[in-house]
């Protein structure tokens, strides 16, 4: 299993687009193929990085996910959006996988 972070740096009075981009994302990601984590805007500290973050399977599940979510409706509308609105500066991607695990059950004082 892999995850990946997408960081985002955005234009900061344009945050609500963003949020309606998580969310579309949120609808066709998953319907994709992808294991959302979910989409993060700015909150407190840096009002331009948000992340999106998901995981699949390997390399080769991403290039057959990516294709799909190019074919879905949603994500070429969502796509589209990004790019008439610029609201998106910057976009990086990050490949990772979980070094920490298994992880002990979850202690709630």
């Known amino acids: 299993m892999i995850t990946c972070f997408i960081k ?4 900061p009075y ?10 579309n994302w949120g609808q066709a990601i998953p ?9 993060f805007a700015p909150h407190e ?3 331009t990085t948000a992340y999106g973050v998901y995981s699949i399977a390997d ?8 294709a799909r979510l190019r074919d879905d409706p949603l994500g070429r509308e969502n796509y589209a959006f990004s790019q008439r609105e ?3 500066r910057r976009e990086d991607r990050l490949f990772l996988r979980l070094a920490s695990g298994p992880h002990a059950p979850l202690v709630r004082p």
């Not at 344009?14 to 309606?20: I, R, S, T």
């Not at 319907?31 to 989409?39: K, P, Q, V």
């Open 31 to 39: 319907r994709c193929g992808a294991d959302l984590i979910g989409y």
């Open 59 to 66: 390399l080769a599940a991403y290039e057959a996910y990516r």
């Open 14 to 23: 344009k945050l609500a687009q963003f949020e309606d981009y998580a969310r």
């Open 45 to 47: 500290g840096s009002a």
């Open 8 to 11: 985002y740096e955005l234009d």
């Open 86 to 88: 610029q609201f998106i």
